[in-house]
T-cell receptor
Framework: AQKVTQAQTEISVVEKEDVTLDCVYE???????LFWYKQPPSGELVFLIR??????QNEISGRYSWNFQKSTSSFNFTITASQVVDSAVYFC??????????????FGRGTSLIVHP | SQTIHQWPATLVQPVGSPLSLECTVE??????LYWYRQAAGRGLQLLFY??????ISSEVPQNLSASRPQDRQFILSSKKLLLSDSGFYLC????????????FGPGTRLTVT
């Protein structure tokens, strides 16, 4: 069974600080996919990134970066020089192999990030 | 480009009343469709998913049902709402036969009184 743990319930930072959101996962599959989603106060979940289990290369997109480490089963998300607009709930998710024509993700419980001006 | 619509945006219904939430996707064909519920505490619970017209898979037994009458339309229904049905309902789609990432709609906030 797949499991995603986001141990940080809430993080509060001041603007321009760097912040890392932790995600630890469990799976027995050798092929799987990891995701990060952002949920701003409006409620809609916004897809940020997907990582495949066979690609451990870290990724950077502007102020966002992701560190995927299979050895520790972690997929952490770092925001550099945080801004007030980064305030949101961030979800980490895991999908194992396709089942019945669809991938069924397991979501973590989310980390609420509050960036103060 | 693809867009996903949900309506209504908010809904207040009394206990025992029926429910119908609608989700439509534009700009893609044969998508996989999903209904999630997000209760207080933020966890996302997958309720139903569909890989094609008339094909519904239920993840959690409850008093809700789903239907997919058209390729890009997904409906969530209930004959009699319970207080515990209150929450934020999200519809999502993914590329049928494609990648695993899902794209979410704006959601419907349901309050059962």
């Amino acid at each position: 069974a797949q499991k995603v743990t986001q141990a940080q319930t809430e993080i509060s930072v001041v603007e321009k600080e760097d912040v890392t959101l932790d995600c630890v996962y469990e799976t027995r599959d050798t092929t799987y996919y990891l995701f990060w989603y952002k949920q701003p106060p409006s409620g809609e979940l916004v897809f940020l990134i997907r990582r495949n289990s066979f690609d451990e290369q870290n990724e950077i997109s502007g102020r966002y970066s992701w560190n995927f480490q299979k050895s520790t089963s972690s997929f952490n998300f770092t925001i550099t020089a945080s801004q007030v607009v980064d305030s949101a709930v961030y979800f980490c998710a895991l999908s194992e192999a396709e089942t019945g024509g669809s991938y069924i993700p397991t979501f973590g419980r989310g980390t609420s990030l509050i960036v103060h001006p | 480009s693809q867009t996903i619509h949900q309506w209504p945006a908010t809904l207040v219904q009394p206990v025992g009343s029926p429910l119908s939430l609608e989700c439509t996707v534009e700009g893609t064909s044969n998508p996989n469709l999903y209904w999630y519920r997000q209760a207080a505490g933020r966890g996302l619970q997958l309720l139903f998913y569909s890989v094609g017209i008339g094909q519904i898979s239920s993840e959690v037994p409850q008093n809700l049902s789903a239907s997919r009458p058209q390729d890009r339309q997904f409906i969530l229904s209930s004959k009699k709402l319970l207080l515990s049905d209150s929450g934020f309902y999200l519809c999502a789609w993914s590329v049928g036969g494609g990648g695993p990432e899902q794209y979410f709609g704006p959601g419907t906030r349901l309050t059962v009184t």
